[in-house]
């Protein structure tokens, strides 16, 4: 018969424990053969693609397709002020975005409540309170510049006008893997994978994310069950976390090809507004990542608390 009290607390986990030592040396070796495997697999992925083009087929592709099409005419060239700002407010509002929805997903005992005054008896996480909040201001935002984009002619720049993006498309994904980078010409033209990536950013994947969260969030109607039988919790809950996926996986690698691509003249284009090769659009870049991650490490309760109070009530766990 165990002789532990129930409810009582359980010693500390001496951590120079065998035990100890054992489990973390096992995650160490599966992470080191895991990053292993993954540079294997990168590796002979790469090789295979150099292999396929220099084939005499694949080349005479390459060459029929060289990774971009002609743009209509008339579209504009590079990044207006408009479109810098409207780049600052996405990348800041969805880091927060990231950051609020990891923490609901984890969090077990919120450290305090939000309440609408309309209705106090209806509460949820501080933490859901901000991700809805920022939620909608991302949301305001990305409705001005795809008004903007419109109104402009920059759709033309990021929506496929031709058939050719298809095989231009995989023109430039076979001139990645093999590390012979297409032609960067986005001052004036995205390639067509990277056309195709802005695309399904903008028009798929973000109204996918409006979509799957306004079913979870407190903007849905409580007493409407038939709304709820159209469009179940369930499957706006499966879809919503892989898109936020897909938002942090788009990001790491767009983030790579911009510093692995020619990073003055990139960062020039969306932070300097220029096609030129100087410094000027990398410290910008580096002020607005440090603001950003200022504001992000800064968003804790202490701080939260007082701004969610102008809307609603706020209570602390006692």
Do not use: C
Not at 160 to 180: D, M, R
Not at 245 to 262: D, E, N, P, Q, S
């Amino acid at each position: 018969m165990s002789s532990t009290v129930p409810g009582a607390s359980r010693p500390p986990v001496d951590p120079r424990s065998p035990h100890r030592r054992t489990r973390f040396g096992r995650r160490m070796l599966i992470a080191l053969l895991g990053g292993a495997a993954l540079l294997y697999a990168a590796g002979m992925t790469v090789a295979a693609a150099r292999w396929l083009i220099s084939l005499d087929d694949v080349r005479a592709f390459l060459v029929a397709y060289p990774g971009a099409y002609a743009l209509p005419a008339g579209t504009p060239p590079g990044f207006p002020t408009w479109l810098q700002w409207q780049h600052f407010f996405n990348v800041f509002l969805l880091v927060l975005i990231v950051r609020t929805g990891m923490q609901v997903r984890r969090e077990k005992r919120p450290a305090a409540f939000w309440s609408p005054r309309r209705d106090r008896k209806r509460r949820i996480s501080l933490n859901l309170w901000l991700h809805q909040a920022v939620d909608v201001l991302w949301l305001a935002n990305g409705v001005i510049f795809v008004v903007l984009l419109f109104a402009t002619g920059h759709w033309l720049r990021i929506v496929p006008t031709s058939w050719e993006v298809f095989p231009n498309a995989l023109s430039a994904l076979l001139q990645y893997v093999s590390l012979e980078w297409p032609t960067e010409r986005s001052w004036v033209n995205y390639n067509a994978l990277q056309q195709l990536a802005y695309f399904t950013t903008v028009f798929v994947a973000a109204p996918a994310a409006v979509i799957t969260g306004v079913r979870l969030s407190g903007f849905w109607p409580s007493n409407a069950p038939r709304l709820d039988r159209a469009y179940p919790a369930v499957w706006a809950r499966a879809l919503h976390y892989p898109v936020m996926l897909y938002f942090v996986a788009f990001t790491i690698v767009h983030v790579a090809l911009v510093f692995a691509t020619g990073a003055l003249r990139n960062l020039n284009h969306m932070y300097g507004g220029t096609d030129a090769v100087n410094w000027a659009g990398f410290w910008i870049f580096t002020a607005s990542t440090a603001l950003i991650i200022g504001v992000t490490v800064a968003a804790r309760t202490a701080v939260i608390a007082p701004i969610a109070a102008l809307f609603g009530t706020v209570k602390r766990r006692r």
